[in-house]
Each structure stands twice: as C-alpha cells, then as structure tokens.
C-alpha cells in the first residue's frame, strides 16, 4: 500500500488534479476500508477465485453502503457456487493515467492482478469531470474552450489502451481469466442541460459534453472488444439508449449527486453479471 500511496501522490503533485468526483468529503486518494484487505496480493484459500477490483471510487463504493465490487462478488458466489475473496483496489480519485502508473510500475498491483481469477476495471470517469470543470469556469482552452476536453479524450484512449495491455498482455489473460471493463454514465444530465457555461458554443453543458463522453465510451467498447474482454454497458442502463436520462429519477445516485447510490451499485452489479463467467464457467 505504501508503494501505491507513493505513486500516487507523486502524480498527484501539489493537489492541482485533486479530481471533483471526490471534492465532496473524503481525500480524494484515500482507499475505503482495511488497507489490509485491499492490497494484500497472497495467494487465495485453497478452492477460492481471488477478484481484484481496479478503479476510481466507483470501486470503493464511495457514497454506498455497498458498492458494486461486494455486488458483483455476490452475483458470482451466488451464480456459480464458488468462494470468492475480494482484494479491491480501488483508490477515491484515481485517473486513467494513475492506474495506468500502477499497473505498469507497482509490483503490489501487478502481483495481485497477476494471481486474480476475476478482475473487473473502471476508469476514466475523473479524466472528464476535471476537464468538465475546467470548461464550466471557461479555462478549458481554445478558441471554442473545449481544448481540455479534447485532450482529456485523447490522454484516456492512450491510458485505457496501455491498462488493458498491461493487464491482459503483461499480467492475465482473457482466456483463462474473468476480465470485465465497463463504460460510464453521466451523472448530470438535468443540471448540465439547463446550464450555459460557454454561450459562443450555441448548446448547453449537456450537449456538450455528451459528445465527448460518447467518444470515450466508444473507445472503451472498441478496444474492449478487440482485446477478447466483455464490457458492461452501465452508461446504457444509467442514462438510457439516448444518453439523455438523468440516472437520479430512476434512483441510483447518491446525495452528492456524483457517486451511484446503492441502487446505482446494484445496477452495475447486474450489467456485470449479464455478461457471464467465462471463461472460468461456461
């Protein structure tokens, strides 16, 4: 843990990308729970499927009583009968370039995603919303102020890209390992869409950044799928076939209005355990 702590803060620099997916209590690299359980990279008990969890605070939990990756868990001890021990390592804030630094750079991570049965990989979601912010206070850039989020696009298709080729090249692969990613939602659809930030783009927040996170979960779709690993569609479930619903009406946010609610968490769970257990259990 203090190899990954270091790493982390040594990205994070001053607090400059504190991300605002977690500026609504907790530090914003601070993992829930025992330190213990969530980086500990032994061998599972004999007969038991060791999952790790790779993410931001969707993996944590944050804002839950019980997120996705004790869900998930559940789905598969429930589904197939197996022992399942859970090393989640997922850390409030992350970004796509900090998880591509652990798994490319941090023997923890890498020993423990190198023994896992299942893992499951959520990412991205702080690379946009930093950028989001940057737009909405017009210091995104360009004559149209979406430079940064064309960059944020730009900076997760080459991350996202080096972390499945860490995981499934370098560390398991999807052929004797459960490997599931998964795109993500839009938490803002109804306050996006009665807000103007940029009045020279002629569309609201909504519109605007819709598109870009379109691009980034087609990207996560394609390479996903080029690679052999299943992805669950949870900005589907969450926003829609049009990506225009607002996932607080159905309840799966949290107060925060960011972070899934326990609902949300269990709809991610589902998306997840549509996809099957292959190639483990057929």
């Not at 944050?62 to 997120?67: E, N, Q």
């Not at 939602?185 to 940029?198: G, H, R």
């Given at each position: 843990?203090l190899?990954?702590?270091?790493?982390?803060?040594?990205?994070?620099?001053?607090?400059?990308?504190?991300?605002?997916?977690?500026?609504?209590?907790?530090?914003?690299?601070?993992?829930?729970?025992?330190?213990e359980d969530r980086?500990?990279?032994?061998?599972?008990?004999?007969?038991?499927?060791?999952?790790?969890?790779?993410?931001?605070?969707?993996a944590?939990g944050?804002?839950?009583?019980?997120?996705y990756?004790?869900?998930?868990?559940?789905?598969?001890?429930a589904?197939t009968g197996?022992t399942?021990?859970?090393?989640?390592?997922?850390?409030?804030?992350?970004?796509?370039?900090?998880?591509?630094?652990?798994?490319?750079?941090?023997?923890?991570?890498?020993?423990?995603?190198?023994?896992?049965?299942?893992?499951?990989?959520?990412?991205?979601?702080?690379?946009?919303?930093?950028?989001?912010?940057?737009?909405?206070?017009?210091?995104?850039?360009g004559?149209?102020?979406?430079?940064?989020?064309?960059?944020?696009?730009?900076?997760?298709?080459?991350?996202?890209?080096?972390?499945?080729?860490?995981?499934?090249?370098?560390?398991?692969?999807?052929?004797?390992?459960?490997?599931?990613?998964?795109?993500f939602?839009?938490?803002?659809?109804?306050?996006?869409?009665?807000?103007?930030?940029?009045p020279?783009?002629?569309?609201?927040?909504?519109?605007?950044?819709?598109?870009?996170?379109?691009?980034?979960?087609?990207?996560?779709?394609?390479?996903?799928?080029?690679?052999?690993?299943?992805?669950?569609?949870?900005?589907?479930?969450?926003?829609?076939?049009?990506?225009?619903?607002?996932?607080?009406?159905?309840?799966?946010?949290?107060?925060?209005g960011?972070?899934?609610?326990?609902?949300?968490h269990?709809?991610?769970?589902?998306e997840?355990?549509?996809?099957?257990y292959?190639?483990?259990?057929?």
């Open positions: 843990m190899a990954l702590l270091a790493l982390l803060l040594s990205t994070l620099g001053c607090g400059q990308e504190t991300a605002k997916e977690d500026q609504t209590g907790e530090g914003a690299t601070t993992p829930v729970g025992s330190t980086t500990a990279a032994s061998e599972p008990a004999p007969g038991a499927l060791s999952y790790v969890a790779l993410g931001d605070s969707l944590t944050y804002g839950a009583d019980r997120g990756v004790d869900r998930y868990a559940g789905l598969l001890r589904q197996a399942v021990e859970v090393r989640n390592l997922g850390v409030n804030g992350l970004t796509s370039r900090q998880l591509r630094a652990g798994i490319e750079g941090d023997r923890r991570v890498r020993d423990a995603v190198r023994r896992a049965d299942v893992v499951t990989i959520n990412i991205g979601a702080n690379d946009l919303l930093q950028a989001r912010s940057k737009y909405q206070s017009g210091n995104c850039g004559a149209d102020n979406q430079d940064c989020l064309r960059e944020a696009v730009a900076g997760f298709r080459a991350n996202w890209d080096a972390i499945l080729a860490g995981v499934i090249t370098d560390l398991r692969s999807p052929g004797t390992t459960v490997i599931r990613a998964m795109d939602y839009n938490p803002s659809v109804a306050v996006d869409a009665a807000t103007v930030s940029w020279a783009a002629g569309a609201n927040d909504f519109v605007v950044f819709k598109e870009y996170l379109e691009q980034v979960n087609s990207h996560i779709a394609a390479s996903s799928n080029a690679r052999g690993v299943l992805h669950a569609e949870v900005y589907e479930s969450f926003n829609g076939p049009n990506g225009d619903e607002d996932p607080s009406g159905k309840g799966y946010m949290s107060e925060d960011i972070h899934p609610s326990d609902e949300g269990a709809a991610i769970a589902r997840l355990g549509k996809l099957g292959e190639p483990l259990y057929h």
